[in-house]
């Protein structure tokens, strides 16, 4: 039997920045989860074993064969976390620990209860600006490594 004594009472957690945190990571986490488990479904065996084959550790098999073949999932996964991440404000609201911090609370914050309508879409405007400006400099970012990898990787024939 275990005494009362042992425990150290509650834990006090509510209307903390851990709280948000923890409730962010376990809304979010399936939105990043499932893209990547496609994406490392779809990775081949036989390409992991013939990495292996050639004589590639487990390390650089990862790296050179698995990572690149992931890539469009782990964007996938990204992009599904990173929009409904930057609007949400039901978390904070609920948990109470980020008040302010978050951009979405602000907007509602300028909605309902400064009845301000114009702020509140001016800074919904700029959330959606910021956010597809975002996308769109890593949408280059990606395009220019893809360009870059495969110049890399382009087979030189050397006449002779």
């Known amino acids: 039997m275990v005494s009362s004594q042992t425990f150290c009472g509650p834990i006090e957690i509510l209307d903390t920045r851990t709280a948000v945190q923890i409730a962010i990571v376990y809304n979010y986490l ?17 390409l992991r074993e013939a990495s292996k084959d050639l004589g590639a550790n487990r390390i650089r098999t990862f790296l050179q064969v698995t990572l690149p073949l992931a890539g469009p999932g782990i964007v996938a996964g990204l992009i599904l976390v990173f929009v ?25 914050n300028q ?3 400064a009845q301000d309508a114009a702020s509140g879409s001016a800074i919904a405007v700029s959330l959606i600006i910021s956010i597809l400006l975002v996308l769109g400099v890593l949408a280059t970012c990606f395009w220019f490594m893809s360009k870059l990898l495969k110049a890399n990787r382009a087979v030189k024939v050397v006449a002779r």
């Open 111 to 113: 909605y309902f209860n």
């Open 84 to 108: 409904p991440l930057s609007g949400d404000y039901v978390t904070a609201a609920l948990l109470g620990g980020a008040k302010g911090n978050m951009i979405g609370a602000e907007v509602a």
């Open 30 to 46: 399936p939105l990043m989860i499932f893209p990547l488990w496609v994406a490392l479904d779809r990775v081949e065996l036989h």
